[in-house]
């Protein structure tokens, strides 16, 4: 009996602490600091005026409803924190439930179904330890408060006026960290401000510009020609501006210019600034051809239940053929119409036959050659738009295949396996920065020499390259303030074609230069529509 009750007032005041610093906590981590923990947090205030006022038979049922509300606050500010470090933003409650199950399917993909079945216990059972502290903690500060009403009374409207004084002044001690905390009501803000993106995004979604265009004026310039949109995983600027990455990257792309030259190509390339960082490749390849901003799931969803133009469905309504490899994609996609797309080559279409690599999937040279081998290879052929996600970059960055010769690509049997290739218990995921950015830059060099020995190998007058990042890799990678600018290039040999984007006022060359133009990623459609109609 003594020990018992030393432990549950040390547990119950272990629950508070736990609860007040989650709720004093901001929701990114790159403004976690010990100055960032001196703020009010008014949900705490108002929880415990209510309680104070209640009657004893309300207040038994209000106590352990405040609690929850309280868990679930600080809950959402774990996920808050856990996306910020991820995707650089913290997490939305209306569109961002979507994420946890690509996370899960990260992990699978990873490191193996293990892994992410125990992943989804831990989370379950973090969010209900959470939820059982925020009871149990609310509960110890509201029996003190009861049982010492006065006093308490006097310090709840002392702390609710020098609340209300700090956010009429927007105190700060942290940059855009304000000392006047209010979860909850941060939290009905996002919700009311995503019904709102909603109704914004409809209304946007009814005006486009090319939505009345004939079918025969669409990409008229393109009549013949194959166009291929090599969309390079986490391909950011970060690539070409960090010093411990550039240097070798400026090298890949200084030596694959010079190759393509020999060849008779010549390369344009600018910035998009991609509406997602780290993760949501989805939402930045669907801005990129749709011309809308995609930032959320929400916005996704609305956009690919309706008839909006995209860059592939125009190719295939002017005469050409639409198809997507996607060696990423293990499930159905229903969006395939939506797209335009005549055919759809997943994963599993793929038949890949060899070891696997980071992400648990095939080389970005075997994706290409199976492309080549279905769709350009074939005699007799419509010309054909592509969309091809290439993911030998996509995060944890190791291991990475060797390129080699075209030739031998085959069935992927011949690709030799690596430490980690599919095995969930020797993949290794690196936390500290300085490995995860060679990794990166391994992972980058690579999937850049593949898209360039692609146009060397298969290349001819009619091949146009398009290759570009979906978004920046994840803030372990950038440090804070990158932004969320990609590199874009333009790849061919037809230079009358390449003459049609002079006034975009690209780097010529498959490098942007530092002071290239930077547009939004969804102003692309429209001035590849315009060039090329």
Do not use: C
């Amino acid at each position: 009996m003594r020990i018992r009750r030393p432990l549950a007032i040390g547990a119950a005041v272990l629950a508070v602490l736990v609860l007040v610093a989650l709720l004093l906590a901001p929701d990114e981590v790159g403004r976690l600091s010990p100055a960032a923990f001196v703020r009010l947090p008014i949900d705490l205030i108002i929880g415990l005026g209510l309680i104070l006022v209640l009657p004893p038979k309300a207040r038994r049922v209000g106590v352990p409803v405040i609690g929850v509300v309280l868990g679930v606050l600080a809950i959402l500010k774990i996920l808050s924190l856990g996306f910020s470090t991820v995707l650089d933003r913290p997490f939305d409650p209306v569109a961002d439930w979507s994420f946890l199950g690509s996370g899960a399917t990260y992990l699978r993909l990873s490191s193996g179904r293990g892994v992410e079945i125990a992943a989804i216990v831990g989370v379950i059972l973090l969010g209900l330890l959470v939820l059982g502290l925020a009871v149990v903690a609310f509960r110890s500060i509201a029996k003190v408060s009861v049982d010492h009403r006065t006093p308490a009374g006097v310090v709840l409207g002392v702390l609710a006026v020098g609340w209300v004084i700090l956010a009429i002044t927007g105190a700060q001690l942290v940059t855009a960290v304000p000392v006047a905390a209010r979860d909850g009501y941060d939290r009905v803000r996002q919700v009311t401000a995503g019904i709102e993106d909603q109704r914004q995004f409809a209304a946007a979604l009814k005006q486009d510009e090319f939505a009345d265009v004939p079918a025969d004026r669409l990409l008229t310039g393109l009549r013949g020609k194959d166009v291929v949109f090599a969309i390079i995983e986490s391909y950011g600027r970060t690539a070409l501006d960090r010093p411990e990455i550039a240097p070798q990257i400026d090298q890949v792309l200084a030596d694959g210019m010079a190759r393509l030259a020999r060849a008779g190509y010549a390369a344009r390339s600018g910035f998009l600034t991609s509406p997602v960082v780290g993760g949501g490749s989805w939402l930045a390849d669907s801005t990129l051809l749709s011309g809308l901003w995609v930032d959320n799931q929400q916005r996704y969803d609305t956009l690919t239940r309706s008839d909006r133009l995209t860059l592939t469905s125009a190719y295939a309504q002017s005469g050409g053929r639409a198809v997507a490899v996607m060696p990423a994609t293990v499930a159905d996609f229903p969006e395939a119409g939506f797209f335009g797309y005549d055919q759809v080559y997943a994963s599993k279409d793929l038949d890949y036959q060899g070891p696997l690599y980071a992400f648990a999937m095939m080389p970005d040279q075997y994706t290409l050659s199976q492309f080549q081998q279905r769709e350009r290879a074939q005699t007799g052929r419509p010309p054909v738009m592509a969309v091809i996600p290439l993911i030998s970059s996509h995060a944890p960055w190791e291991p990475v295949p060797t390129l080699r010769s075209w030739d031998q690509v085959g069935d992927g049997s011949t690709f030799e396996s690596k430490p980690g290739s599919g095995d969930s218990a020797d993949l290794v995921i690196h936390r500290d920065p300085a490995r995860l950015r060679a990794d990166y830059r391994t992972a980058i060099s690579y999937s850049l020499q593949t898209v360039i020995s692609y146009v060397e190998t298969y290349g001819d007058d009619n091949l146009v390259l398009v290759f570009l990042g979906d978004h920046q890799p994840a803030p372990a990678v950038t440090g804070p303030g990158a932004g969320r600018d990609v590199p874009i290039t333009i790849v061919a040999r037809d230079r009358t074609l390449l003459d049609r984007t002079t006034s975009w006022g690209w780097t010529d060359g498959l490098r942007p230069a530092a002071n290239a133009p930077v547009w939004p990623m969804d102003q692309f459609r429209d001035r590849f529509l315009t060039a090329f109609s």
